[in-house]
């Protein structure tokens, strides 16, 4: 199995994508471009005469995410008095905020780490329905990203792609129990290298907790279950177990441990096996508010085997969503 850039890993896991790979949202380093192994100088001047970047797309792009499958088990309803813990997000209602995400992958000893990204905006709640469910568009407003120790990329390189994402939206609808619909991001204007950017901030946007249907009390704890795919290849399950720490007026605070887990799974010419994982969240939501403060971390470890090799992958994602 070579040693493939890590879209998250999954792609060189399971024997590449059609899609490139979303660890790599910067022009193309022709310092590491590979050469003929006896070049004639004529050619070799005219391959560098000729090194030119792959145009932008010329129309907009446009990724969906689908909609997870997540069910929920109540535990304990906890203690005291009891009230509905829901997402109350206000019709036509603005919203500044800012999402943080962070990427790293693991293949053997081989580590990639991007620098987080951040992207600033506004969101609006467009529509809420009788039963509560909110219709919203984050427009992105500015960018941003910030040194992580251990990256081979520059912060400051990765901040002038990233301006590019100027006027970006990520629309969806949510339920008032945090269920989430299908998100769609959209950019009008796509610089080069568009898909694979959003790409990396499609497998790292933070998911909010999903509530349970009934009045809970502090010390309520359930459990919901999420199946899903990783890099959209990988069958996974992500079981987060939630405590309902405190409950103070109009503000709810929780937290939450996760573990994943899958089945052994054959994806095209690869041999997937040992599927593990744990992750953290801490999430306070507030009356009337669309967005609350959240923030997460999951790891996800996995084997994965052909003809040639086999390899430990490990990916790390970690999301923050602040309010301004």
Not at 67 to 78: H, L, S, Y
């Amino acid at each position: 199995m070579s040693r493939l850039p890590l879209i998250l890993a999954v792609a060189a896991a399971c024997g590449g994508s059609s899609t490139p790979p979303p660890t790599a949202p910067l022009p193309p380093d022709t310092k590491q471009a590979a050469k003929p192994t006896t070049p004639p100088p004529e050619a070799d001047s005219v391959a560098k005469s000729t090194d030119i970047k792959p145009p932008a797309p010329a129309g907009p792009v446009e990724i969906k995410i689908p909609a997870p499958q997540t069910t929920v088990k109540i535990v304990t309803d906890g203690k005291g008095k009891k009230a509905q813990l829901r997402y109350t997000p206000k019709a036509g209602a603005k919203q500044s905020v800012e999402v943080a995400m962070d990427f790293a992958g693991k293949q053997d000893t081989d580590e990639q780490i991007v620098p987080t990204i951040v992207l600033i905006g506004e969101a609006e709640t467009r529509n809420v329905d009788k039963d509560g469910g909110a219709e919203y568009t984050l427009t992105v407003t500015g960018t941003d990203a910030r040194a992580v120790t251990g990256s081979a990329v520059p912060a400051d390189q990765l901040k002038s792609v990233l301006g590019a994402l100027n006027g970006l939206t990520i629309a969806g609808k949510r339920g008032a129990n945090g269920a989430a619909g299908e998100l769609t991001m959209r950019i009008e204007h796509p610089p080069e290298h568009a898909g694979d950017a959003l790409g990396l901030i499609r497998e790292t946007f933070p998911a909010l907790p999903v509530l349970p249907n009934q009045p809970l009390g502090v010390g309520a704890k359930w459990q919901s279950t999420t199946i899903g795919k990783l890099a959209d290849k990988l069958d996974i399950t992500q079981v987060t177990d939630y405590e309902l720490i405190s409950h103070d007026g109009a503000t709810w605070k929780i937290k939450g441990t996760t573990k994943v887990s899958g089945k052994d799974q054959d994806i095209e010419n690869a041999k997937i096996s040992s599927i593990s994982g744990t992750g953290t969240s801490e999430t306070t939501i507030s009356d009337g508010v669309l967005y609350p403060t959240h923030k997460a971390s999951l790891e996800t470890q996995f084997k994965a085997a052909d003809a040639q090799k086999s390899s430990q992958f490990s990916i790390k994602v970690g999301g923050a969503v602040t309010p301004k």
